[in-house]
């Protein structure tokens, strides 16, 4: 008969491998947690500057965290232009569809392979590992047709068959304008003779950096619509403007790499930087490649510009708990 001693024994030996095999049953492997991802890059071909979208699908457990490639990613020589919110779908049998979007922009003619991404997951249990992506390919296209090498020729000038106009008409422009000229130096004679009021108070300070850029990028949200180059200088204008202001460095001289050295010098962190440099690298696409984004990205572009202000300013003013303005539609 066994003692009383050792059926205690046995019955916490019983117990810890109850607890030790409820746990490996319950740890899933990654492969049971996150199935393998799906990926698909569109379209296939494409010119200098067409804008791509790579999806990656993952399928996962009910309550994975999944942690995805960042704008710090490798993307085999393509930029990272915008990368949306993830979309989540609830599947049967405790299972979940995450989608990650990017969208991507190359400005160099070839062949590009977008590398394996990985993407990391956390599961309830803490259990943690990580699944990659497929590599997928682009060709890029330039924009010039098939064996032109060189820029065309400037169309004949137009031939006007009407005589020149009479010279009178110039001459009275020239007589009008001299008057006007002489007018307004006889005013500001008069006005210099004019003792200045005592003053009463001093002047006011001038606005701070990220007040005048708020107010330069209000200034530019009506040309959205109606003169989209227009509304991209001045977005990097004021952008340009503001963090040489603020920073005290020559932003407004730098390229995209002398400009993310010269924020990282300056301890602006990471995210701020790169929304920085996105943004530039969107205007120049705009000013210089005759890229004309849609409307929303024209608005979205204008809340990045306000949220660089509202990251790196040094204190909450008034005007920065405002929401960006809208853009015209």
Same mark, same amino acid.
């Not at 200088?233 to 407004?252: E, K, N, S």
């Given at each position: 008969?066994?003692?009383?001693?050792?059926?205690?024994?046995?019955?916490?030996?019983?117990?810890?491998?109850?607890?030790?095999?409820?746990?490996?049953?319950?740890?899933?492997?990654?492969?049971?947690?996150?199935?393998?991802?799906?990926?698909?890059?569109?379209?296939?071909?494409?010119?200098?500057?067409?804008?791509?979208?790579?999806?990656?699908?993952?399928?996962?457990?009910?309550?994975?965290?999944?942690?995805?490639?960042?704008?710090?990613?490798?993307?085999?020589?393509?930029?990272?232009?915008?990368?949306?919110?993830?979309?989540?779908?609830?599947?049967?049998?405790?299972?979940?569809?995450?989608?990650?979007?990017?969208?991507?922009?190359?400005?160099?003619?070839?062949?590009?392979?977008?590398?394996?991404?990985?993407?990391?997951?956390?599961?309830?249990?803490?259990?943690?590992?990580?699944?990659?992506?497929?590599?997928?390919?682009?060709?890029?296209?330039?924009?010039?047709?098939?064996?032109?090498?060189?820029?065309?020729?400037?169309?004949?000038?137009?031939?006007? /068959? %009407? #005589? &020149? *106009?009479?010279?009178? !008409?110039? +001459?009275?422009?020239?007589?009008? =304008?001299? $008057?006007?000229?002489?007018?307004?130096?006889?005013?500001?004679?008069?006005?210099?003779?004019?003792?200045?009021?005592?003053?009463?108070?001093?002047?006011?300070?001038?606005?701070?950096?990220?007040?005048?850029?708020?107010?330069?990028? /209000? %200034? #530019? &949200? *009506?040309?959205?619509? !109606?003169? +989209?180059?227009?509304?991209?200088? =001045?977005? $990097?204008?004021?952008?340009?403007?503001?963090?040489?202001?603020?920073?005290?460095?020559?932003?407004?001289?730098?390229?995209?790499?002398?400009?993310?050295?010269?924020?990282?010098?300056?301890?602006?962190?990471?995210?701020?930087?790169?929304?920085? #440099?996105?943004?530039?690298?969107?205007?120049?696409?705009?000013?210089?490649?005759?890229?004309?984004?849609?409307?929303?990205?024209?608005?979205?572009?204008?809340?990045?510009?306000?949220?660089?202000?509202?990251?790196?300013?040094?204190?909450?003013?008034?005007?920065?708990?405002?929401?960006?303005?809208?853009?015209?539609?």
């Amino acid at each position: 008969m066994l003692s009383p001693r050792t059926i205690i024994l046995a019955f916490v030996a019983f117990v810890a491998f109850a607890l030790f095999a409820s746990r490996i049953v319950h740890a899933q492997t990654p492969a049971d947690a996150v199935s393998e991802p799906t990926t698909q890059l569109t379209p296939a071909v494409a010119t200098v500057g067409d804008r791509l979208t790579l999806t990656i699908t993952v399928e996962h457990r009910d309550g994975v965290a999944l942690t995805p490639p960042g704008y710090g990613a490798g993307f085999g020589g393509i930029e990272v232009v915008d990368i949306a919110q993830p979309s989540v779908e609830t599947r049967e049998g405790g299972r979940a569809r995450t989608m990650f979007t990017y969208t991507l922009a190359a400005f160099k003619t070839g062949e590009f392979t977008v590398p394996a991404q990985s993407i990391s997951f956390t599961t309830p249990d803490g259990t943690a590992g990580t699944v990659s992506t497929t590599p997928r390919s682009v060709t890029i296209n330039s924009v010039l047709d098939p064996g032109d090498a060189s820029l065309r020729p400037l169309k004949p000038q137009l031939d006007i /068959d %009407a #005589a &020149a *106009p009479s010279p009178i !008409a110039p +001459v009275l422009f020239v007589a009008m =304008l001299a $008057a006007l000229t002489a007018l307004g130096y006889v005013l500001q004679a008069r006005a210099v003779a004019i003792p200045p009021p005592a003053l009463v108070s001093a002047p006011s300070p001038p606005a701070p950096p990220d007040e005048r850029a708020r107010i330069a990028l /209000d %200034a #530019a &949200a *009506p040309l959205a619509a !109606a003169d +989209v180059r227009a509304y991209y200088a =001045l977005i $990097a204008a004021a952008v340009r403007a503001y963090l040489g202001a603020r920073f005290d460095f020559p932003a407004y001289a730098m390229t995209r790499t002398e400009m993310e050295r010269g924020m990282a010098a300056a301890g602006i962190d990471r995210w701020p930087a790169r929304l920085t #440099a996105n943004l530039l690298e969107q205007c120049d696409a705009v000013q210089f490649a005759g890229f004309i984004p849609a409307l929303e990205r024209r608005a979205a572009d204008l809340t990045a510009a306000h949220e660089i202000i509202d990251l790196t300013s040094p204190a909450e003013t008034p005007s920065s708990t405002q929401s960006a303005p809208a853009v015209a539609p």
